[in-house]
C-alpha cells in the first residue's frame, strides 16, 4: 500500500475521500470540528506540494436530496481549519463537478456536495464510482471511520486509479493499532467493557494471543461472573451467551492471558441517576438490584494493571457512564490510562462508546491515541480486514 509520501503532487488534482460527517445543529452550525482538523494533514501536504484537492465526503443519512445534509453548510469550517478558502461544487459527479475540477489551480480546494444525495454511493455502484474517478488524478482515502464499507467512494472508486495512497489520518490509525497488537513491550493489557458479550467476543478470541492481561468490565461483565456460578440479580446478562464466557476463560489461561473480572459493583434498583445505590460483592449481588458501575475495589484492581501496562487498548466502558452516578467505573479506569500514558505507556481508545465515554470525560488528549472510527475500529480488532484498505492495495 503506497503512502503520500510515495507520491509527487505537483500540478496535480488529488481526490481525496475524506470523512467530514460532523455533527450540525439546528441552525446547520458544526458542533465539533474534530473530523475537519483530523482530515487536515493530508490535505496541507498535497496543497504544499503544489498540488490541488478535491474533497468528497457524506454527511448523514439523507434521503434523497435534502438540504439539511448539505455539505455547503461546512464549507466555512472546512476554510477556516484549512486555511484556504475552499471552492464548493453543487453536486458530486457530472458537468458542475467536472467544471469545478478542471477550473481548479494548484493550491485550490474544491469540497463535492455529499455523495449520499446518489443512492449509488451506498450501493457501491461501478457506473458512480467510474464518474467519481474523473475528478482526479490520484486518488487518497483518508476516511477511517467509512473504510469498512464497500461504498463507491471509500472502495469501488479505488480500482479506476493507477495513482492511489492511504491519507495521513488512515495511516495512524492503522500504525496505533499495529502498535497495540503486534507489540514487542509487554505487558499489553485490554480493556473490553460495554453491553454485551456477544458484539466484542470476535474482539477478544482475536486479541487474545496477543495480549497478557485482559480487564473485563460493564455490562458484559455479569455473563462472565453468572457463569461462574455468582448471583447477579437484575443486571444485564446474556444467558445463551454463558457457555462461550467460560470459553474464553479457559482460551485465555491456555494463552497465559491473565483475565481480571470485578469483583465488586454499584447497584441500584432503578435505572436511574438519582436512584439510591450500594456497593455489593459481584458474586452476590441483592434480589431486584443491577449492577450498574464497577466499585471501589475493582476500579482499584484494574487500576493497577493498567499501571504496570506498556500498552494498552481500550473498547467500552465499565459503566452506565452516560449517568453521573454510574460513571465513576469509567473515570477512574480512564484516569489510570491517563496516568500510565504520561509515564510512557501507549494507549489506544477505539470502537464505540469508549471514544464519546472519554471525550466526555477530557481524556481524550491524555491518552495516546483515539480511533475515529467506532465501527471500522472494532472491526479491525476482529481481525477483519476493511475493504476501504483493502482497496488501496
Ligand atoms: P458498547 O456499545 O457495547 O461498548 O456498550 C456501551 C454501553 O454499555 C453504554 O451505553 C453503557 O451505558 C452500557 N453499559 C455499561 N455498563 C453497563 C451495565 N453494567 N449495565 C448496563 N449497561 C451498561
Known amino acids: 500500500m503506497k503512502t503520500i509520501k510515495d507520491f509527487n503532487f505537483k500540478n496535480k488534482k488529488t481526490l481525496i475521500r475524506v470523512d467530514f460527517n460532523v455533527p450540525l445543529d439546528k441552525e446547520l452550525k458544526v458542533g465539533d470540528r474534530s473530523r475537519i482538523i483530523g482530515a487536515k494533514p ?17 454527511l448523514g443519512r439523507p434521503e434523497g436530496k435534502e438540504d439539511k445534509y ?23 459527479i457530472g458537468k458542475v463537478a467536472e467544471e469545478a475540477v478542471k477550473n481548479l489551480k494548484p493550491g485550490e480546494v474544491l469540497l463535492l456536495e455529499n455523495l449520499r444525495f446518489h443512492d449509488e454511493e451506498k450501493k457501491g455502484d461501478e457506473e458512480f464510482a467510474e464518474k ?17 464499507r464497500a461504498h463507491a467512494s471509500t472502495t469501488i472508486v479505488a480500482k479506476y486509479f493507477e495513482d492511489k495512497a492511504v ?20 505487558p499489553v493489557t485490554a480493556v473490553i467493557g460495554g453491553a454485551k458479550v456477544s458484539s466484542k467476543i470476535t474482539v477478544i478470541e482475536n486479541i487474545l494471543p496477543k ?29 445463551d451467551k454463558q457457555d462461550l464466557a467460560l470459553e474464553i476463560l479457559e482460551k485465555a489461561k491456555t494463552q497465559n492471558v491473565q483475565v481480571h473480572l470485578p469483583v465488586d459493583t454499584i447497584s441500584t434498583q432503578k435505572f436511574d441517576n438519582d436512584a439510591e445505590t450500594k456497593v455489593e460483592d459481584i458474586t452476590a449481588i441483592s434480589d431486584g438490584w443491577m449492577g450498574l458501575d464497577a466499585g471501589p475495589k475493582s476500579r482499584e484492581n484494574f487500576a493497577e494493571v493498567i499501571k504496570k501496562s506498556k500498552i494498552i487498548l481500550w473498547n467500552g466502558p465499565l459503566g452506565v457512564f452516560e449517568m ?12 489510570a490510562i491517563a496516568e500510565a500514558t504520561e509515564k510512557g ?21 491524555k491518552v495516546s491515541y483515539v480511533s475515529t472510527g467506532g465501527g471500522a475500529m472494532l472491526e479491525m480488532l476482529e481481525g477483519k480486514s476493511l475493504p476501504g484498505i483493502e482497496a488501496l492495495k
Do not use: P, W
Request: net charge negative; aromatic share 6%; charged share 25%.
Open 324 to 335: 453521573e452516578t454510574f460513571s465513576k467505573g469509567t473515570i477512574a479506569l480512564a484516569e
Open 70 to 92: 448539505s455539505l455547503r453548510h461546512i464549507v466555512a469550517d472546512v476554510s477556516d481549519v484549512i486555511g484556504v478558502k475552499v471552492k464548493f461544487a453543487e453536486d458530486c
Open 132 to 148: 467519481l474517478s474523473k475528478l482526479g488524478d490520484i486518488y487518497i482515502n483518508d476516511a477511517f471511520g467509512t473504510a469498512h
Open 345 to 365: 505507556a501507549f494507549s489506544l481508545v477505539g470502537g464505540g462508546d469508549s471514544v464519546s465515554a472519554a471525550k466526555q470525560f477530557g481524556f481524550d488528549k
Open 211 to 239: 495480549i497478557d492481561h485482559l480487564i473485563i468490565g460493564g455490562g458484559m461483565a455479569f455473563t462472565f461472573i453468572k457463569a461462574k456460578g455468582g448471583k447477579i440479580g437484575e443486571s444485564l446478562v446474556e444467558d
Open 42 to 58: 493530508t490535505i496541507i501536504e498535497v496543497l504544499e506540494e503544489g498540488g490541488s484537492v478535491v474533497l468528497m465526503s457524506h
Open 167 to 186: 491519507g495521513l489520518l488512515l495511516q495512524k490509525e492503522i500504525e496505533s493499532l499495529d502498535k497495540v497488537l503486534h507489540s514487542e513491550e509487554k
